[in-house]
């Protein structure tokens, strides 16, 4: 939480007819009821002049981005961003985040008129604790609804992130989208493709969690309306062209109420955060298997590849892009219910890492076919039984290593196999999870 004591002695440097602003999401929250993790602080002042009226203080200035007037201002645990009051200009029609031409104001209002939307135009007076409102958008906070701070037309021409901004900040908060916004926001919808592939997943990202941001009865499926106002604007068939032959792509019946696209997004609806990116995408490629094979028998492998090209095109972190690639690739596995108890607690013993979020996919997965909930689920019952039990998932959880192989005069070639074999009959068998029994195992299996 935001350190206020900090906030108002930084702000007692300040001149009183150039006082210290907070503004935007810490002023917005907070007549929401909601407590802000960060602040953003603003006033005419400009950087050089914060360096001076800062000097010899415990508050130290880094510069960040000094031709838009940012600097960071930190000082004992805390720290905040800095802007000077400025109007900005961007190139006519090309969604870019980044103006190409800064001036600097005096002019609280012009400073206002700059930036997205109503709700985050609003300036606390931190020395006074008084609101100031350039505005006149205190109104949009109170009845909850998202509303442009300038002529719709002039912010999303402006720049595309603002779009997504504006479903992130609708789905987060449980707000309303004014009607003239949300329809230019849809004309502009395209300009989202000219922003960076970095920063198009960031904000996917948030929208996807957004039920997490500030929990409540209006909130709690946030994460399927983001998708859905995602959708209504274009933009999943814009950024993901790949889901485009979900629409429409029909299903038996005996297994499924939805076409492709609906049941991913009931199956996304009921997904819980970890697992949000792979249910998304996890029947994505049930269109070109059919178009293939004439079927969908293997549309998780085919569609776990598609996935992979898109966490690459997003630039996703490493780990993250992998274990959305792997989820999609095993969230078929056992769809008949045939496989044997040890061939079940093998693949989970082997998969551990995967265990939780496989069982919540499967979980989520069910829900958009059939409408309800599943109250079983293998993997996680496997999962749990195996943690109960103390059964190894991993070699190196046996209870004998390498140094043992070595000392029984295991050839190096053997020692990987023999220990893999016997982290298998491990999982199968719980007598072998002694030391004693495992090396007795190991002497058997190698004839010493």
């Known amino acids: 939480m935001v350190d206020r004591s900090k906030l108002e002695k930084l702000a007692s440097f300040f001149p009183k007819d150039k006082p210290l602003y907070a503004v935007g999401g810490y002023v917005r929250d907070a007549l929401l009821g909601f407590d802000s993790s960060d602040v953003d602080i603003c006033s005419q002042l400009t950087v050089d002049e914060v360096k001076q ?21 930190t000082g004992r645990g805390f720290s905040c961003e800095y802007t000077t009051f400025r109007t900005d200009s961007y190139p006519e029609g090309s969604g870019i985040h980044t103006p190409n031409e800064v001036t600097f104001t005096t002019d609280i209002k012009v400073d206002a008129l700059r930036r997205d939307f109503g709700a985050n135009a609003l300036y606390l007076d931190i020395a006074k604790n008084e609101i100031v409102d350039p505005l006149g958008a205190i109104g949009q906070v109170k009845d909850k609804v998202i509303k442009t701070a300038d002529h719709p037309e002039r912010v999303f021409s402006a720049d595309g992130h603002r779009i997504l901004r504006m479903v992130r900040f609708a789905v987060e908060l449980g707000f309303d989208i004014d009607e003239e916004t949300f329809a230019v926001a849809k004309k502009y919808a395209g300009q989202v493709k000219d922003l960076s592939v970095e920063r198009i997943y960031q904000e996917l990202d948030k929208i996807f969690v957004a039920d997490t941001r500030h929990p409540s009865p209006e909130t709690k499926y946030a994460h399927h309306r983001g998708i859905l106002l995602l959708d209504e604007l274009g933009l999943v068939d814009e950024l993901f062209p790949e889901m485009t032959g979900l629409k429409g792509f029909e299903q038996n019946p005996k297994y499924h109420l939805y076409d492709g696209f609906k049941h ?37 492998t085919i569609g776990a590849d598609i996935a992979r090209g898109i966490v690459e095109r997003l630039k996703m972190p490493r780990d993250k892009g992998k274990r ?49 909930y599943p109250t079983e689920n293998f993997v996680r019952e496997a999962y749990n039984r195996l943690v109960e039990e103390k059964a190894p998932f991993s070699v190196k959880e046996l209870a004998v290593n390498g140094g043992d192989l070595i000392a029984l005069g295991i050839e190096p070639r053997m020692r990987s196999e023999v220990l893999y074999e016997l982290w298998r009959e491990c999982v199968k068998n719980p007598v072998y999870r002694t030391r004693e029994k495992a090396l007795e195992y190991i002497a058997r299996r190698s004839g010493k």
């Open 324 to 372: 959305i690639v792997e989820l999609i690739t095993h969230h078929m596995v056992n769809i008949n219910r045939n496989m044997r108890k040890s061939k079940v607690d093998w693949f989970v013993a082997e998969h551990s890492h995967l265990a939780i979020d496989l069982a919540d996919l499967i979980d989520a997965d069910t829900y958009g076919a059939t409408g309800v």
């Open 53 to 73: 009226v800062l000097k010899h203080t415990d508050f130290v200035v880094l510069d960040k981005n000094l031709r838009v007037g940012t600097v960071i201002i």
């Open 264 to 300: 991913t997004l009931e199956a996304f609806k009921a997904s819980k955060p970890n697992v949000r990116w792979a249910t998304l995408f996890h029947d994505i490629g049930k269109p070109p298997c059919r178009e293939r094979f004439g079927d969908t028998y293997t549309h998780a």
